[in-house]
């Protein structure tokens, strides 16, 4: 691996909607790197245009390059468009918001939302990240995983270490994860794994909405059409997750 390359690369990473503007110190001090390094990363990236300078603030954004890429990618990866009227058969069916997630690193990503047309509703937005590790609806992510993986992410108290395994266990078994007031209060989600042909969750298929339109017993009642979609959903992404792993 090249070093100078892996540290410019990871410094990209820090770079998304919660926070799309950093100074270089406070770069440095987020990814324990030396000011005088990040400098100089940052300055190379942005005489390439992959990022761009401030002049009053002295911040560095993402710049023209990184939107010419996305556009490629999305030109290429349109698997948009076919998962689409799988995703609309959930919402036509539940009425709640619909959304994908992706496994991206440490966290999941959503990658496309179809929102209730209920005036009361759950709503997020695409590039929008969570914690894998501390949420229980994303545990899927976790709970479909070599055992390695899924052990690195157990908390290091040990009450909440067993707990975390006993969730972890019970998700593996019914194959989905519901939770209620954790993600945000008032709202409760169910979610199922997207899982590859080893078995490995590579994102989730969930559904959101208030507490008081449907109960517990009634999102769960949704789970075998949404593991069903979570199927279809793989097997029709599957060549454009091969076009971008070539």
Known sequence: MLKSLDNALSLL???????????????????????????????????????????????????IRCLELGNIVQQQVGFRDVIRPFMQDLNNLTDETVFLYWHDGESAICIDILESTQALKFSTHIGSKIPIGSITFALP?????????????????????????????????????????EYLEGVHGLSVPLLNSQGIAQGLLCIAGPINRFSKEEYLVFKPQMQAIAQKIMSLIKPYLECILR
Request: positive net charge.
């Open 13 to 63: 990473r820090f770079f998304d909607l919660s926070h799309h503007a950093w100074g270089v110190r406070e770069l440095a001090l987020a990814a324990n790197m030396s000011s005088s390094s990040v400098q100089r990363i940052l300055a190379t990236l942005a005489a390439h245009q992959f990022l761009s300078k401030d002049a009053q603030t002295h911040k560095y954004h993402l710049g």
């Open 141 to 181: 992510l976790l709970a479909f995983q070599p055992a390695e993986v899924t052990a690195k992410y157990a908390p290091k108290n040990k009450i909440q270490s067993k707990n975390y395994f006993k969730a972890v266990a019970q998700i593996n078994k019914t194959g989905c994860a519901y939770s209620s007031g």
